[in-house]
Nanobody
Framework: QVQLVESGGGLVQAGGSLRLSCAASGSIFSIKGMGWYRQASGKQRELVAG???????NYADSVKGRFTISRDNAKNTVYLQMNSLKPEDTAVYYC?????????WGQGTQVTVSS
């Protein structure tokens, strides 16, 4: 069993910054990658950013240049630094872990950007 615990969400004004964290614990044998998704009200969940165990990262076009994903392999933790936030970034942000054969989701953390 793997648990993902997210933190760092909140309310911020447009142009501000937030840093999300996601710590994985439990029966972790191997991690292929970790990442962040988001789901705005009434919309489908979408990939925001992902990072492999080797450190290769990819981003949604909408966040390139503003968000940075990083990972601490020793702590099984992934971070999402979000700068220059926009109201359209408002969503519940979910952490995801890709294991060898299974995937796991966090419970989600709300990010609200006011204009």
């Amino acid at each position: 069993q793997v648990q993902l615990v997210e933190s760092g969400g909140g309310l911020v004004q447009a142009g501000g910054s937030l840093r999300l964290s996601c710590a994985a614990s439990g029966s972790i044998f191997s991690i292929k990658g970790m990442g962040w998704y988001r789901q705005a009200s009434g919309k489908q969940r979408e990939l925001v950013a992902g990072i492999t165990s080797g450190g290769s990262a990819n981003y949604a076009d909408s966040v390139k240049g503003r968000f940075t994903i990083s990972r601490d392999n020793a702590k099984n933790t992934v971070y999402l630094q979000m700068n220059s936030l926009k109201p359209e970034d408002t969503a519940v942000y979910y952490c995801k872990l890709w294991g060898l054969t299974d995937t796991y989701w966090g419970q989600g953390t709300q990010v609200t950007v006011s204009s």
